[in-house]
Nanobody, 127 residues
Framework: QVQLVESGGGLVQAGDSLRLSCAASRRTFSDRAMGWFRQAPGKEREFVAV????????YYADSVKGRFTISRDNAKNTVYLQMNSLKPEDTAVYYC????????????????????WGQGTQVTVSS
């Protein structure tokens, strides 16, 4: 069973930065796209960012474009989400997800393109 463990969340002020990490228990994820999603209270889980298995391609939700950066280190089985210029509306539980084998790039905004999920890490941004 593959496990994904997120870390790095916390309480920050608007304008601050945080870096989330997601460690995978198996090297399997070095050949899969990896994504970040978030879920605010009372809202649906929404796509944040995705990175291809080699790290050559990335894609972001419009709401975070220019502020967040996704990256990965396959030697460490770890994916990162650098979040800058945080806003109160970024407050949510952030989840790391492993792409389902065979998923096409254009599908990666969809939760159904992922088959492994972490337990989430809380990010709270105060105004």
């Amino acid at each position: 069973q593959v496990q994904l463990v997120e870390s790095g969340g916390g309480l920050v002020q608007a304008g601050d930065s945080l870096r989330l990490s997601c460690a995978a228990s198996r090297r399997t994820f070095s050949d899969r796209a990896m994504g970040w999603f978030r879920q605010a209270p009372g809202k649906e889980r929404e796509f944040v960012a995705v990175i291809s298995w080699r790290g050559a391609n990335t894609y972001y939700a419009d709401s975070v474009k220019g502020r967040f950066t996704i990256s990965r280190d396959n030697a460490k089985n770890t994916v990162y989400l650098q979040m800058n210029s945080l806003k109160p509306e970024d407050t949510a539980v952030y989840y790391c997800a492993g792409g389902r084998a065979g998923s096409r790039w254009y599908m990666m905004e969809n939760k159904n393109a992922y088959d492994y999920w972490g337990q989430g890490t809380q990010v709270t941004v105060s105004s």
